[in-house]
């Protein structure tokens, strides 16, 4: 019958006589000093002393060093595996704050942009409603903007299902043909009754 004890450097499974117990022997595989336990008639061999977890390996530890976290020499593999995923954790926590605060300045540029836009729209909208037709159109054709402009008197088309006999005035950009402003004036009455 043999003392079975683990090495507390290597972790390495020793065994060692019951008449070495108490004394001080070296660890044959990484020469640490070590004390065989005692043995008591009741306790079985394995459970002479209780075997320690094993040590984080040097990839763990490195992994935990890029990560800032502070650990002893001798942390054992789960302890430092548990230390890396709450970091991991606060790093993700951090990084998902961080988007949020983007998200948020993102939404303040935004509203920013579509405040002065539509302040922009509502410059232009003044000036249009200020304009001729004549001006509106020499505005497009400076552009390079061919259109057809249609006026008619404000609410006449309120509640108006059926264009059939209202009067439009027809302002191009282009000098077009009556034969081309019939196929319009049909085009745009269609248009008109599919809305």
Do not use: H
């Not at 005692?38 to 094993?54: F, G, I, L, R, V």
């Not at 595996?81 to 998200?103: G, T």
């Amino acid at each position: 019958m043999t003392i079975a004890f683990t090495c507390t450097s290597c972790n390495s499974r020793l065994q060692a006589k019951p008449k070495l117990a108490g004394k001080t022997l070296a660890c044959p595989k990484c020469s640490t000093q070590l004390t065989v336990p005692e043995q008591t008639p009741d306790t079985p061999a394995s459970e002479a002393q209780p075997k320690k977890p094993p040590l984080a390996t040097e990839k763990q530890k490195d992994f935990a060093r890029e990560l800032g976290v502070d650990f002893p020499d001798d942390v054992d593999r789960k302890t430092i595996s548990e230390m890396i995923d709450e970091a991991l954790a606060k790093q993700d926590d951090a990084r998902y704050e961080r988007l949020n605060e983007l998200q948020d300045k993102e939404s303040a540029i935004r509203e920013e942009l579509r405040a002065e836009v539509l302040a922009e729209c509502d410059e232009e909208d003044a000036r249009i409603s200020v304009a001729t037709k004549e001006q509106i159109l020499d505005g497009l054709a400076q552009r390079d903007i061919g259109a057809i402009l249609v006026t008619f008197e404000y609410g006449v088309l309120s509640g108006v299902d059926d264009l059939t006999g209202e009067k439009f005035e027809l302002n191009s950009t282009d000098d077009l043909d009556e034969d081309d402003l019939k196929t319009i004036i049909s085009w745009l009455g269609a248009a008109m009754m599919r809305r």
